[in-house]
């Protein structure tokens, strides 16, 4: 069974940094799409950022310029580099996958890691 674990989260100052690490229990990463969601306070979970098996980037655009995903296949980790914080992007982040299984593909989410941005 996969298991994915979040790490980095805590508190920060606005217009601080934080870089949230997903660390994947199986290998066999590069195959993976890799998404970073949130929920914040009483709203829904959205999505943020995504990474493809061949490293392509997408972001809402709420992060765009802001906050940048990255992976690391050798180490079965993935990266959200979060720059310029808001009071907004208070949030419990978490780390999605997409693993292909058979014709399909299996999703995995981990247990989120809390990032509060304020004074």
């Known amino acids: 069974q996969l298991q994915l674990a979040e790490s980095g989260g805590g508190l920060v100052q606005p217009g601080g940094s934080l870089r949230l690490s997903c660390r994947s229990s199986?290998?066999?990463?590069?195959?993976?799409?890799i998404n970073w969601y949130r929920q914040r306070p009483g709203q829904e979970r959205e999505w943020v950022a995504k990474?493809?098996?061949?490293?392509?980037?997408t972001y809402a655009d709420f992060v765009k310029g802001r906050f940048t995903i990255s992976r690391d296949n050798a180490r079965n980790m993935a990266y959200l580099q979060m720059n310029m914080l808001k009071p907004e992007d208070t949030a419990v982040y978490y780390c999605?996958?997409?693993?292909?299984?058979?014709?399909?593909?299996?999703?995995?989410w981990g247990q989120g890691t809390q990032v509060t941005v304020a004074s």
């Open positions: 990474t493809s098996t061949s490293d392509k980037r």
């Open positions: 199986r290998s066999a990463f590069s195959t993976y799409t």
């Open positions: 999605h996958i997409e693993r292909p299984a058979g014709d399909g593909v299996t999703h995995y």
